[in-house]
């Protein structure tokens, strides 16, 4: 047989090995993603090597090929996870760092003090376990995006985007956006984000559908999460609701009940005058006035995990009860 009957066969045999080779990588990763034992879950920090060898290899003509070669296909299960959920594609990532080479260019040495935070996160892991003898600890990935998201969750764990984590007293700014310039942290606020989505890992209940229940959902998230890790996520937002919390509440209550959550949350291109996702600081609100009435602290927190009403759970939590006295009796 010449060569023409041989090669078309070489890339079906290629892609075939190439599969193999990922399907034996994932295995490493994910044999067990979730752990009763708050000291088994894996923290994964690999693919932010990953990312720079793609970085450093990358070029004006084969920034594309560079981050998918090095990057994502060397990967973790969770970043895989994290480029279906946050960042699409290879171009789209070398794209959006080619647009933002300053301040990618700045946090090299920030991604690479992750790992440090191993005995902090392990733990609030343990704390929560404490707290919560059922809290199920998936394995955390540390992967790099393109600063659209700081945490998110998936089947197999915790997809922590540490590029949202380079904030320094140096930090360039002249390619950020308003939000961004909000919203960036220094990296040391690494275990209060992985905090908070691991207690979203553990959320059950039905999905909120409204504004209410969705604040609630976020910010007992911050609020537990602050408990485990001393670390609250969204200074910015308690800084400005602790000094304007009977206005926000008022208006708060007006809208609670609707579906509507563009003024409350995930509003950051949009807000003008006050920060971004302040329905996060209500719900925080909420979660601790119903933990602070309650006598049975860790009931408190299986009833806030585990909430199937939201309505009642702020009815119980007596939160709306600080704004029925008159202003000027010194409440807020």
Known sequence: MDGRGICPLLPLIAT???????????????????????DSAQLVTRDIENFWRAYDQAGPNNACSAFQEEYFNKGSIGLRDFVQLRIDSACTLANWVARHPQYYGSIRSSTQRVASFTPEIRQSFRKLKELYPDA????VYFVIGRMNSGGTTSYNGLLIGVEMYGRTPTMPTSELTDWQKQVLKPVDELPGIVAHELIHFQQKGPEPKTLLGKAIREGSADFIGSIISGKN??????????????????EFKQAMHGTDTSEWLSNGSDVKGRPADLGYYMGFRISEAYYTKSKDKKQAIRDILEIQ????????????????????????
């Open 233 to 250: 996520i969204n200074s910015l937002q308690k800084d400005y609701g602790d000094k304007h919390e009977r206005e926000l509440w008022s």
């Open 136 to 139: 199920i600890f998936p394995n």
């Open 16 to 38: 075939l090995l190439f599969l193999a080779a990922q399907v034996t990588g994932q295995a490493d990763d994910n044999t067990n993603p979730r752990h009763s034992d708050p």
């Open 309 to 332: 009403d939201f309505d009642a759970l702020l009815k119980a939590s007596g939160y709306a009860d600080n704004f029925l006295r008159a202003v000027g009796t010194g409440a807020k």
